[in-house]
C-alpha cells in the first residue's frame, strides 16, 4: 500500500520511501521512524519533479518483486542522482540506481535468498562504517550489479554478487544489494542509520507526537462555522485520518501511535460532540411535540 499524501505537511522534510513493490517499501519507512526521522511512502510511477517538489531530506529506492530487464519493469529516472538530494538503493532500487547510472546489472543465474554473507572490499567504511568486514545479511535477487557505475567505489561483495553495496560520497549516492530494513541482516539499522544521519546529515529529531501537536493545532485552526457541526465533524475526521496516515501505515499506528490517535480526536474535537448529540436531542424532542 502506498500512503497518500495528505494536505497539511508536517514541519519535518521527509525521507521519501519509493514503493517498488512487494512489503518492502511498508518497512524502510518503520525502520527510517524508529531511527527518529520522518518518512513519506511514495509510488514508482513519481517523476523526479514530482519527488523533489516533496523538498525531502533524502530518498530511498526500495526493493520489489520485478527484474530490471522485465518489460514494464519500474525505472528511476537518472536526472534523480543529479538534484543534489542524498538517495539510497536497496535490492531493485540498488539495481535501478546502477542501471540509470551506467553501471551494469546481470542475469547470471545465480540467485541468493535468504542469509548470505557479505564480505567488505577493504575496511568497512562509507554506509558500512562501525559494521563488521563480514557480516551475515539477508538477500533476495536473482539479477546482480556486475559493474558500478563510473564515480563509483565499491564497498562489499558477495559470492554471487560481485558489487553488493556501491558509494559516490561526493554526489552522496549509496546502494547495498540486501535488506537492510529486515532484522535477518545483523547491522541493517546501522546501515540505514549511516546513511541518514552520517551521509545524508539528517538530525534524529522526529516522533509520533510531532505529527499529533502539528495536527491538533491544524485542525483547531481549521474548525469551521460552529453552526454547522457536521461540517467540522467531516473535517476533523479527515484532518485526524492524515495525521494516521502522516503516523505511518495502519498496522503501523496501532503499534506506535495506540491511544494517541484517540487523543489526537478528543483534544481536536473537545466537547463538540457532545454539543452535537444534545443539539440533535433538542431536535427530536422539538419534532415530538
Given at each position: 500500500?502506498?500512503?497518500?499524501?495528505?494536505?497539511?505537511?508536517?514541519?519535518?522534510?521527509?525521507?521519501?520511501?519509493?514503493?517498488?513493490?512487494?512489503?518492502?517499501?511498508?518497512?524502510?519507512?518503520?525502520?527510517?521512524?524508529?531511527?527518529?526521522?520522518?518518512?513519506?511512502?511514495?509510488?514508482?510511477?513519481?517523476?523526479?519533479?514530482?519527488?523533489?517538489?516533496?523538498?525531502?531530506?533524502?530518498?530511498?529506492?526500495?526493493?520489489?518483486?520485478?527484474?530490471?530487464?522485465?518489460?514494464?519493469?519500474?525505472?528511476?529516472?537518472?536526472?534523480?542522482?543529479?538534484?543534489?538530494?542524498?538517495?539510497?538503493?536497496?535490492?531493485?532500487?540498488?539495481?535501478?540506481?546502477?542501471?540509470?547510472?551506467?553501471?551494469?546489472?546481470?542475469?547470471?543465474?545465480?540467485?541468493?535468498?535468504?542469509?548470505t554473507d557479505v564480505t567488505?572490499?577493504?575496511?568497512?567504511?562509507?554506509?558500512?562504517?562501525?559494521?563488521?568486514?563480514?557480516?551475515?545479511?539477508?538477500?533476495?535477487?536473482?539479477?546482480?550489479?556486475?559493474?558500478?557505475?563510473?564515480?563509483?567505489?565499491?564497498?562489499?561483495?558477495?559470492?554471487?554478487?560481485?558489487?553488493?553495496?556501491?558509494?559516490?560520497?561526493?554526489?552522496?549516492?549509496?546502494?547495498?544489494?540486501?535488506?537492510?530494513?529486515?532484522?535477518?541482516?545483523?547491522?541493517g539499522q546501522k546501515v540505514?542509520?549511516?546513511?541518514?544521519?552520517?551521509?545524508?546529515?539528517?538530525?534524529?529529531?522526529?516522533?509520533?507526537?510531532?505529527?499529533?501537536?502539528?495536527?491538533?493545532?491544524?485542525?483547531?485552526?481549521?474548525?469551521?462555522?460552529?453552526?454547522?457541526?457536521?461540517?467540522?465533524?467531516?473535517?476533523?475526521?479527515?484532518?485526524?485520518?492524515?495525521?494516521?496516515?502522516?503516523?505511518?501505515?495502519?498496522?503501523?499506528?496501532?503499534?506506535?501511535?495506540?491511544?494517541?490517535?484517540?487523543?489526537?480526536?478528543?483534544?481536536?474535537?473537545?466537547?463538540?460532540?457532545?454539543?452535537?448529540?444534545l443539539s440533535r436531542g433538542?431536535?427530536?424532542?422539538?419534532?415530538?411535540?
Amino acid at each position: 500500500m502506498t500512503i497518500p499524501a495528505a494536505d497539511a505537511q508536517t514541519s519535518h522534510r521527509p525521507v521519501l520511501v519509493v514503493d517498488y513493490g512487494a512489503q518492502y517499501a511498508q518497512l524502510i519507512a518503520r525502520r527510517v521512524r524508529e531511527a527518529n526521522v520522518y518518512s513519506e511512502i511514495v509510488p514508482h510511477t513519481f517523476s523526479t519533479e514530482q519527488l523533489l517538489a516533496k523538498n525531502p531530506a533524502a530518498i530511498i529506492l526500495s526493493g520489489g518483486p520485478s527484474s530490471v530487464y522485465a518489460e514494464a519493469a519500474p525505472s528511476v529516472g537518472a536526472d534523480l542522482f543529479e538534484a543534489g538530494v542524498p538517495v539510497f538503493g536497496i535490492c531493485y532500487g540498488f539495481q535501478a540506481m546502477a542501471l540509470a547510472l551506467g553501471g551494469t546489472v546481470a542475469k547470471t543465474g545465480l540467485r541468493e535468498y535468504g542469509a548470505t554473507d557479505v564480505t567488505s572490499t577493504g575496511a568497512a567504511r562509507s554506509i558500512l562504517a562501525g559494521t563488521p568486514d563480514q557480516q551475515n545479511v539477508w538477500m533476495s535477487h536473482g539479477d546482480s550489479v556486475q559493474e558500478a557505475p563510473a564515480g563509483f567505489e565499491v564497498l562489499a561483495s558477495t559470492s554471487g554478487a560481485p558489487v553488493a553495496a556501491f558509494a559516490n560520497t561526493e554526489k552522496c549516492l549509496f546502494g547495498v544489494q540486501w535488506h537492510p530494513e529486515v532484522k535477518h541482516s545483523n547491522f541493517g539499522q546501522k546501515v540505514l542509520e549511516n546513511f541518514l544521519f552520517n551521509e545524508a546529515k539528517i538530525e534524529p529529531n522526529w516522533t509520533t507526537g510531532n505529527v499529533i501537536e502539528e495536527q491538533v493545532e491544524r485542525i483547531r485552526a481549521g474548525k469551521s462555522d460552529p453552526f454547522r457541526p457536521a461540517g467540522r465533524q467531516r473535517h476533523v475526521i479527515a484532518a485526524s485520518r492524515q495525521a494516521a496516515l502522516r503516523a505511518g501505515a495502519v498496522d503501523y499506528v496501532v503499534k506506535t501511535v495506540g491511544e494517541d490517535f484517540l487523543d489526537l480526536l478528543a483534544r481536536a474535537i473537545d466537547n463538540e460532540l457532545a454539543r452535537v448529540e444534545l443539539s440533535r436531542g433538542k431536535e427530536a424532542a422539538e419534532q415530538e411535540l
